[in-house]
């Protein structure tokens, strides 16, 4: 049996990849297009391994992707790729737009294709799981609810909106085709081969570099954080046992305001790397410019993948960042690799009128 992952160089794809085959002997066909954020290295411990086959390409090349589903024959797709970073699609929404909704389409088509020329028993078993964010559902004030699967759509992001329109494409496919679809909507994620573009692996690589700390605003946004291995296992939750059709909302129960987190990864770093002048790194925090348009809250109502599935995170934030930032302590020459002259570029540009 063989599995088609898209976007598997990317943070989360890769870290589902590697779980993936370190618990199952299934083979891993993995698109990707390595944009800056795709990294092989991030699949270096799969090298020469015959389950993991990784082809460079993008899910919108629609004879490249019905060639490798004629090929390979997967029982299930899975995708992951997107353009993930939502200030790039403020300075840039052209990408989101053609990976997150035109590839999305093309990809749909291609396995729409596919699945319907299967035998009965291949069609009734296949699955495809779209992977997607909390962030589709806008920004909660303090005292609402957390999202549940019911909550409307209200992206505020264009990174946001494409993941909607995303989603709202595999939706159709399901009740117009009949698609046999499944959508996770996750929380932010954190943890090992995090590009460091994004708040936690940003903050752990500039603490050290001692540069400063940007926190945007005043610091007080809220995200709800989990452990990426443990949306790993609630993906493949998902694909084993969810209800054809259906979304869950995956999410850590781990609401925390940002500055919290930058304080809680300068207090690890204080205590596993102490700065040469015994200073805190929490010295080196800088509040600077908002993000435009800055979503205030995210919270994730995760009682819908526990009651169905019996999905539960195993990492509690404190277990989670401190493996996390042990993991960038034990890992600087992957940090090096991604910082290459793009990324430098990027950061130069971001953070230019702070
Ligand atoms: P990432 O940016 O680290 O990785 C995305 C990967 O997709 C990269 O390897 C990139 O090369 C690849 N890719 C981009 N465009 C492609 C294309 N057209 N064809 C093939 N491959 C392409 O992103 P991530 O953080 O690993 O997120 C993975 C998925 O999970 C995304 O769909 C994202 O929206 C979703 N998600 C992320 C988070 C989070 O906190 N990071 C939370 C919830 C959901
Ligand atoms: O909620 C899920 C989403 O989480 C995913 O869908 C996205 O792909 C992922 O990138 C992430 O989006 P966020 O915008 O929440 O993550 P980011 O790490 O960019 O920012 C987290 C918070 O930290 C956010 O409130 C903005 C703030 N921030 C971020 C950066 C990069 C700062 O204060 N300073 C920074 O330099």
């Not at 460091?196 to 903050?203: A, H």
């Not at 809220?222 to 999410?251: F, M, P, Q």
């Not at 790194?281 to 599935?309: F, N």
């Amino acid at each position: 049996m063989t599995i088609l992952v898209t976007g598997g160089a990317g943070f989360i794809g890769s870290n589902f990849v590697l779980d993936w085959l370190a618990g199952s002997d299934e083979t891993v066909v993995n698109l990707d297009k390595l944009t800056y954020a795709g990294n092989v290295h991030n699949l270096a411990p799969l090298a020469g391994d015959p389950r993991h086959a990784f082809v460079q390409g993008d899910i919108g090349d629609a004879g490249l992707v019905a060639a490798l589903l004629a090929q390979h024959q997967p029982r299930a797709v899975l995708n992951f790729a997107a353009e993930s970073h939502v200030d790039r699609s403020i300075l840039g929404p052209g990408e989101f737009i053609q990976t997150n909704i035109v590839g999305t389409f093309h990809l749909l088509e291609q396995v729409r294709a596919y699945w319907a020329a299967l035998d009965t028993p291949a069609k009734t078993a296949f699955r495809l799981l779209h992977v997607s964010t909390d962030e589709v559902y806008g920004s909660l004030a303090a005292s609402d609810p957390a999202f549940t699967e019911t909550h409307r759509y209200e992206p505020n992001s264009p990174y946001s909106a494409s993941k909607a329109a995303s989603d709202h494409l595999v939706r159709a496919y399901h009740h117009t085709y009949g698609l046999p679809v499944l959508t996770t909507n996750c929380s932010n994620n954190y943890g090992p081969l995090h590009f460091p573009e994004k708040l936690i692996p940003l903050m752990i690589v500039n603490a050290q570099a001692g540069k400063p700390l940007p926190v945007y605003g005043d610091g007080q946004q809220i995200r709800d954080w989990l452990y990426v291995k443990d949306h790993c296992s609630a993906i493949r939750a998902v694909l084993a046992g969810g209800r054809l059709g259906e979304t869950y909302n995956i999410g850590g129960w781990n609401e925390k305001p940002n500055l919290d987190i930058v304080n809680t990864v300068c207090d690890l770093l204080d205590e596993l790397k102490p700065r040469a002048d015994l200073q805190s790194y929490r010295s080196q925090i800088s509040y600077v410019t908002d993000r435009p348009g800055h979503d205030r809250r995210y919270a994730i109502d995760a009682r819908k993948i526990g009651q169905e599935l019996g999905w539960k995170p195993t990492e509690t934030f404190e277990t989670g960042i401190r493996k996390t930032v042990q993991w960038y302590l034990d890992n600087p020459d992957w940090v090096a690799q991604v910082q290459s002259g793009a990324y430098r570029d990027w950061v130069a540009t971001q953070y230019a009128q702070s």
